[in-house]
């Protein structure tokens, strides 16, 4: 977006004009000693959805080896694999980290 002299002339204006707050360097701690508590609710129901996750990555695993003719392998059959491998990683990743989440 093209800046035209009369956004600079306001710019300019708004920096000459506007108060500044002085230097404190007790106002971070001050704001967030105030702010409320976080929830431990989510923290539970990311857990329960993690576990969720966790068991339908199980079925599908077992499902998938189930069915499987070890004696020809296809690139489906890898790809399926290699997928499954990801998800169930990233979903064993969440929930250990949910579980070592300090208050």
Do not use: Y
Request: hydrophobic share 50%; charged share 20%.
């Amino acid at each position: 977006m093209k800046r035209t002299q009369e956004d600079i002339k306001l710019g300019q204006l708004l920096k000459e004009q506007s108060p500044h707050a002085g230097h404190n360097p007790w106002f971070t701690k001050r704001v967030l000693n105030r702010l409320p508590e976080p929830r431990r609710a989510t923290r539970w129901v990311w857990a329960a959805v993690c576990i969720v996750a966790a068991v339908m990555c199980a079925v599908c695993w077992w499902t998938m080896f189930r069915d499987q003719d070890f004696m020809v392998i296809t690139m489906r059959d890898l790809a399926h694999a290699a997928v499954m491998l990801a998800v169930t990683g990233v979903v064993l990743w969440q929930g250990i980290a949910t579980a070592l989440q300090h208050d």
